[in-house]
C-alpha cells in the first residue's frame, strides 16, 4: 500500500477530514489532499508529526528507502536554499564598495583613497558607478527576498542577472581603472560561481 493511501484510511479510520487533519499537523489542506492522492510526499518533519499524530511508526507509513530519499531531496533543498541566501548577501556586499575608502582622489601633489560618495564629486562616471552598484544590491535583496517567500520560479533568472550584472561591473570598473573594488567584486563573482557549480548545478 502506497503512503497517500495509508495515510487517507488512517485519516478516515479517526474520523476527521482532511482540513481538520491539516490543522493538527499545521500544515495546508492542499498539502494533505496532496499527499492523499500520491502527487506528493511530506518532508521528514511532517511525516514525523503524522507519525505521531496517528501513534504509529514511520516505518509503518514508509519504507526505509523512501525515508532516506526524502532526506536526501530536503537535503539538497536546504542547502539549495542557504546558497541562494549566500548569493543575496554577496550582493549586498556591493554596498560597501560605496562606503569604503577604494577610490584615488588628487589633491595637488598627493593622491588619497576616498569613499565613493566623495569619489563621485571629481569623476565623471560618478552616476554609472552608483547605479551598478545600487543595482547589484537591489538585484541581492530580491534574492533574498524570493528565497525567504519560497518563491522558486525566478530564483535562476535572479541569479543569472545577478551574475551578468557583475561581470559588466566588474569590466566597466576595470576600464576605469578602479583596482580595489574591481577585485573585491571579482572575487565575489568568483565565489558565487564556484557555489552555484558545487552546490546548485547538480
Known amino acids: 500500500m502506497e503512503f497517500g493511501e495509508k495515510l487517507q484510511n488512517l485519516r478516515k479510520n479517526k474520523g476527521i477530514t482532511q482540513e481538520e487533519l491539516a490543522q493538527n499537523l499545521f500544515v495546508s489542506r492542499t498539502a494533505v489532499s496532496k499527499w492523499e492522492s500520491g502527487r506528493g510526499y511530506p518532508g521528514i518533519d511532517s511525516i514525523k508529526e503524522i507519525a505521531n499524530f496517528f501513534s504509529v511508526s514511520i516505518d509503518e507509513l514508509l519504507s526505509s528507502e523512501k525515508i532516506l530519499s526524502i ?38 601633489q598627493n593622491v588619497y583613497s576616498v569613499n565613493l560618495f566623495k569619489f563621485t564629486l571629481t569623476s565623471s562616471f560618478g552616476v554609472a558607478y552608483w547605479v551598478a ?70
Open 71 to 108: 532526506a536526501v531531496k530536503e537535503n539538497k533543498q536546504n542547502i539549495q536554499k542557504i546558497c541562494s541566501l549566500i548569493f543575496g548577501v554577496l550582493d549586498l556586499f556591493t554596498l560597501l564598495l560605496i562606503i569604503l575608502p577604494l577610490y584615488p582622489n588628487a589633491v595637488q
Open 133 to 202: 552598484f545600487l543595482a547589484l544590491a537591489l538585484v541581492g535583496l530580491l534574492k533574498i527576498m524570493l528565497t525567504q517567500l519560497n518563491i522558486h520560479r525566478c530564483e535562476n533568472v535572479v541569479f543569472w542577472v545577478s551574475m551578468v550584472l557583475g561581470a559588466l561591473t566588474v569590466l566597466f570598473l576595470i576600464l576605469t581603472r578602479q583596482v580595489y573594488s574591481s577585485i573585491i567584486l571579482f572575487v565575489l563573482l568568483i565565489i558565487k560561481g564556484v557555489l552555484y557549480l558545487k552546490y546548485v548545478f547538480k
